[in-house]
């Protein structure tokens, strides 16, 4: 059955194949121009859509100190040997959680400058409708006339889903506003989802923090990544207004290795494996301890971290190597000869000092420093450039600083026993700090997956 009012959707009968172009439909008619109207018939085109479809800087320079070579043979990490083209949308939970890391992000909050509940509804009703056919490969919307505005940009037509994923995730400001129940969603804010502490050393931007809503768009090309986060923020113009974006990137190191971030460190080695439903169950989902909306999602914590690139790069490795408390080349915990081997901090030197230092990020980090705590990072390395610095101390340096850095983005079934747990330590004492500036910081309770016919966030709005 296709409903009258909703162009055929070309991807009918069945998914496109993985190298299939996107298609602007050639036939249906007209969507109505005005933004708002087309957001308020989210309802008729998620019913249609669903029957359609089938288918920072230093001054001291330290010698340099040449790079180990490698030891040990790395223990391969858990991911994918042939990642799909595409990734399903549809599932108990979004995608872009437990999806092995695409090589691009496009990680944006949204203030909603919607005046009713029912304005939010058809935003999340089309932005579901977009997700699903962004991650077939197909235009976010079908096309209008040639007359008409066009709905999709259409500057990723001939290229593949690339795997594709869109993650979408609630901020406080969508439950209640300077105090004000905005949307009637006041008394269903979930107790996990607090008001971030203040951290010693952060000098978050407020502009570049918080938000409504927050989309994670990832994909294995950057620009279908920034067309999808482009074409949902097109669809909220007069309900959800953007209000910070950054993008990251991943180097291809091949599969089943783990990637390396800016400070030239494999990054991901300590992840909870997630092919374990076990593990995930206990760290990632929310279980019946959350609100039945909740069940099934997750919370993730979003960071823009600047680090001091040019001040890192003259440290010698084995001071790096202190700093993270494993091997640059091998990411093998100091002391061990593997990747996957489990560090141990009760090692000693023979002057008696911890092998693994009591500072050094891996330790403070590690679960069984944090009464059990654990989290699934899933960060990308971020390079917006450079700015310029001029120094008020001698000698006076003037020139240009990188602003890159790490995106840091962690999933967790309770951001109060998971980031704010192992972090309250960490922003204290870890010796990365002195390289890391934390400048921006967001919050937000994705929910569980849609099924066909539903929309992202629909047992929140609807309750059964
Ligand atoms: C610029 C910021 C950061 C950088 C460059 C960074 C880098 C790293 C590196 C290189 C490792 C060792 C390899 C690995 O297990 O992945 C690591 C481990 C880890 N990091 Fe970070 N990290 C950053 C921020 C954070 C933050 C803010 C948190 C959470 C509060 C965090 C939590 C962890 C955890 C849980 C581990 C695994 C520890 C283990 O089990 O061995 N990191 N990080």
Redesign the pocket.
């Known amino acids: 059955m296709s409903d009258p009012a909703v162009p055929t959707d070309p991807g009918a009968g069945g998914p496109p194949s993985p190298t299939a172009p996107r298609t602007t439909a050639a036939a249906g008619p007209p969507v109505d121009a005005g933004r708002r109207s087309f957001l308020l018939s989210g309802a008729a085109l998620l019913a249609g859509a669903v029957a359609a479809r089938r288918g920072p800087t230093g001054l001291v320079s330290p010698p340099a100190t040449p790079l180990p070579p490698a030891t040990g043979t790395v223990q391969p990490m858990a991911a994918p040997t042939t990642p799909p083209a595409t990734e399903p949308f549809y599932g108990v939970h979004q995608s872009g959680i437990t999806t092995s890391a695409q090589k691009h992000t496009c990680f944006a909050a949204f203030d909603l400058v919607a005046t009713s509940r029912a304005e939010v509804i058809a935003l999340l009703k089309a932005w579901t409708i977009a997700a699903e056919r962004l991650s077939r490969g197909l235009p976010a919307t079908v096309a209008a006339d040639a007359q008409g505005p066009a709905i999709d940009s259409g500057d990723v037509l001939e290229l593949a889903a690339s795997r594709l994923t869109v993650t979408v995730g609630f901020g406080a400001g969508l439950f209640s506003q300077a105090g004000t129940d905005r949307f009637g969603l006041a008394a269903q804010r979930p107790a996990a989802l607090v008001d971030m502490p203040a951290f010693p050393g952060d000098q978050l931007v407020a502009e570049w923090s918080g938000g409504d809503i927050s989309v994670q768009v990832c994909a294995d090309d950057a620009q279908v990544a920034f067309h999808g986060l482009r074409q949902l923020a097109h669809l909220g113009e007069g309900t959800a207004q953007l209000r910070w974006l950054q993008n990251g990137f991943l180097a291809d190191f091949g599969p089943n290795a ?1 990637v390396r ?3 030239g ?7 909870p494996a997630v092919a374990d439903p076990t593990l995930m169950d206990a760290h990632v989902w929310v279980g019946a301890e959350g609100p039945a909306w909740m069940q099934g999602g997750t919370y993730v914590v979003a ?1 823009r ?1 600047r ?1 001091a690139l040019e001040h890192w790069d003259r440290m010698p490795v084995a001071f790096q190597e202190q700093t ?3 091997q640059k080349r091998s ?1 093998a ?1 100091l002391g061990k000869k593997l990747e996957g081997d489990n ?1 141990d901090f009760d090692a000693v030197d023979a002057d008696g000092n911890p092998v693994i230092p009591e500072n050094a ?2 330790r403070l ?3 069984l420093n944090n009464d059990g705590a ?2 699934l ?1 899933r ?1 990308y390395n971020y390079q917006n450039g450079a700015n310029l610095v001029a120094e008020r101390w001698p000698p006076w340096h003037q020139g240009l600083e990188y602003d890159a ?2 995106l ?1 983005v ?1 999933y967790q079934k309770d951001p109060r026993s998971g ?1 704010i747990k ?2 309250t330590q ?1 922003a204290k004492f870890d010796m ?1 700090n002195q ?2 500036t ?1 400048l921006s910081s967001g919050l937000f309770a994705c929910p569980r997956g849609a099924k066909p016919g539903e929309y992202l966030g629909q047992h929140l709005f609807e309750p059964a």
Do not use: E, Q, Y
């Open positions: 783990t971030n800016l400070m460190f494999k990054d991901g080695t300590g992840n960071r971290s680090i993270f408390g494993r990411g915990p560090p990020h891996m980090a590690h679960h654990r989290i990072r960060s850095g790490l840091f962690c980031f192992i972090f960490m990365m390289f890391v934390n």
